[in-house]
């Protein structure tokens, strides 16, 4: 099949030798997992259980908090010792709400059970499984893959690619999980097939440094339309743009999704848990991790535990602290380095790395730009680097918005070939998160803007309305006194007639309308009915063993409230006969 080459890139040493010489392996049960509620792009999820409370392994301990969120579950048997704010995987180290669990090492998995015939089941049945199950993006940022699968449901999908390129160097999490596990990964492809309504095209792409894996799939996608498509190894094919266009010739216009132009992007471990969530019927709980670099003595890949400490990991790989130079979380191109080795591993993380000091050494410091141009060379989305730099640094935002900023993938490859050694990405994701709070901020401010303007027009409105019944009265104690005037044709200027006429002009104009007493009349009886049946009741669910004085009390209150009734049933009816000729009861 033709394949497409893309503009810039870098060929870093892969090293991923190293990892494959085992198959996937599994590490024992550490003393504590911690599962971070927020593990994928979106709102964190809101922990269902409590502290002391016994779980079961795949149960549910946070429920997804919104349309763009996940559940968390349970990886093991166990107790919830805390939920607390820990450290998390994030370069800055920061603190985020996590559970705790203490494993009881029985490994007690809930009932759970699949969907036997998934061929048969609606796309929306399908789409809520893999919600249920925790499912987001473990090639990416975490994106909730039932909100993608849905977003591409409800527009025509055309194209399926699954991205099998892992790309990134030391990196072999997808490239074993392939040789190993090819059938479910295939079987979990013709899921996403039928929720998408059986796409014309169905592609896996994947780079030609993976021979055995692309030997393992082949067996398994005759005739099933779905199509192994090879091509030549460079960073960075793995984007989700970069892959689409190796693959199609087509460009993701910028601001656009794939599902814009009729395709969608699906990463390889994604696939895998789909099949076991909807087959099996088993949660995201665990996710093939590498364990890589000089500094340990056993590299290989594991089925590890969400939740499971990186330190765990590390004890489990004859790990030489003083040989590692730092820890890194992901891939020496995207990852980054951690501040801690007890944050825990989470669904996104595809690889630990433990470099040597000739693997990755101490960073040199930057230099001044000498306008080289490598960077522009080596951009995979033809960007302008130097002047997103320069940018960058003055702050200037609308310049670097309007250079595309946000096009960036952050891949690393300018970083990576830039002979003054200046983080470049670090720039680019400092003024990418500026310009998001800015952005919320100028939100933020419209809405309050606009919830100050409306309380002003209320405040005017209101004042206006006291200003027109202010003028009605005058108006009226004016005409009134106008009348009385004229009737006026032996009193004196100055008269007590005068004097009484006035006052009788300004209390009708404040009296009210024999309507609007009616009204009040009726609102009355309407209050002295509730307080009746109020005191009724008190009385019939008073104490039966209450005292004398307690009945006397309640009684009274009873009487209070029945001859208040009759005093506001009297002058509505006094009222009725002055004013319609009827009858007092």
């Known amino acids: ?95 985020s709400p996590c559970i705790e669990i203490t494993p009881d090492g029985r490994e007690q998995w809930i009932e759970h059970r699949g969907i036997d015939d998934f061929q048969h089941a609606s796309s929306s049945a399908l789409l809520k499984t893999i919600s249920e199950a925790g499912i987001a993006g473990m090639g990416g940022a975490g994106f909730p893959t039932a909100v993608k699968l849905n977003a591409g449901h409800q527009r025509p999908i055309n194209t399926l690619i699954v991205n099998a390129t892992e790309c990134e160097p030391y990196i072999t999490a997808d490239d074993s999980a392939i040789r190993e596990r090819a059938q479910e990964i295939v079987q979990g492809i013709s899921i996403l097939s039928h929720i998408l309504s059986n796409p014309s095209t169905i592609l896996i792409g994947i780079e030609d440094n993976k021979p055995e894996a692309i030997a393992a799939l082949k067996p398994h996608v005759e005739d099933t339309g779905i199509q192994v498509v090879s091509f030549p190894t460079k960073y960075p094919s793995g984007g989700e743009k970069q892959l689409v266009y190796i693959l199609t010739g087509q460009e993701i216009p910028s601001g656009k999704l794939p599902a814009d132009i009729g395709m969608l992007c699906v990463n390889i471990g994604t ?57 890194v979380m992901g891939g020496p191109m995207m990852g980054f380095s951690l501040t801690s080795a007890e944050v825990p591993i989470v669904k996104t993380t595809n690889c630990i790395l433990a470099p040597s000091f000739q693997e990755i050494p101490e960073d040199e410091p930057a230099q001044a730009c000498i306008r080289c141009g490598m960077c522009a060379e080596a951009c995979p989305v033809s960007l302008l680097p130097q002047q997103l730099f320069w940018y960058s640094q003055a702050k200037d935002y609308e310049r670097l918005e309007a250079h595309n900023l946000f096009d960036c993938i952050e891949c690393g490859a300018c970083s990576y070939v830039c002979p003054s050694n200046i983080p470049l990405v670090q720039h680019y994701r400092h003024s990418k998160g500026e310009i998001q709070k800015a952005r919320a901020e100028k939100i933020k401010s419209d809405h309050a803007r606009e919830r100050f303007e409306f309380h002003q027009q209320r405040i005017e409105q209101a004042e206006k309305d006291k200003e027109a019944k202010r003028t009605a009265r005058r108006e009226a104690a004016e005409k009134a006194k106008a009348t009385a005037a004229n009737n006026r044709e032996t009193s004196a200027p100055g008269s007590a007639a005068d004097i009484i006429a006035a006052a009788q002009a300004r209390a009708a104009a404040k009296k009210i309308s024999p309507e609007q007493q009616r009204a009040k009349f009726e609102r009355s009886i309407a209050g002295a ?16 063993n209450r005292t004398q004085e307690q009945e006397n009390i309640l009684h009274a209150a009873v009487e209070s409230a029945r001859q208040k009734l009759d005093q506001a049933r009297l002058r509505l009816a006094e009222h009725n006969k002055a004013h319609h000729g009827e009858q007092v009861d």
Request: glycine residues 8%.
């Open 529 to 544: 009915e509730m307080r009746v049946s109020m005191a009724e009741e008190k009385l019939a669910e008073a104490d039966p």
């Open 271 to 327: 696939t895998f848990a789909i099949k076991r969530a909807v087959v099996d019927g088993e949660p995201l709980i665990s996710r093939v991790t590498t364990m890589t670099g000089d500094a340990c003595g056993i590299n290989r890949n594991y089925e590890t535990l969400i939740g499971t400490p990186v330190s765990h990991m590390l004890a489990n790989s004859a790990f030489d602290e003083k040989a590692c130079s730092r820890l």
């Open 1 to 95: 099949m033709k394949t497409w080459v893309t503009p810039g890139g870098v060929h870093p040493p892969e090293n991923k030798h190293q990892s494959l010489t085992m198959p996937i392996g599994t590490l024992p049960l550490p003393e504590k997992l911690i599962i971070p509620l927020s593990q994928h792009i979106g709102v964190p999820a809101n922990p269902c259980v409590q502290i002391g409370e016994t779980v079961l392994k795949g149960q549910k301990i946070a429920e997804a908090s919104g349309p763009l969120s996940v559940p968390m579950h349970a990886p093991t048997s166990g107790t919830v010792s805390a939920i607390e704010h820990r450290p998390i995987a994030h370069s800055s180290g920061m603190l």
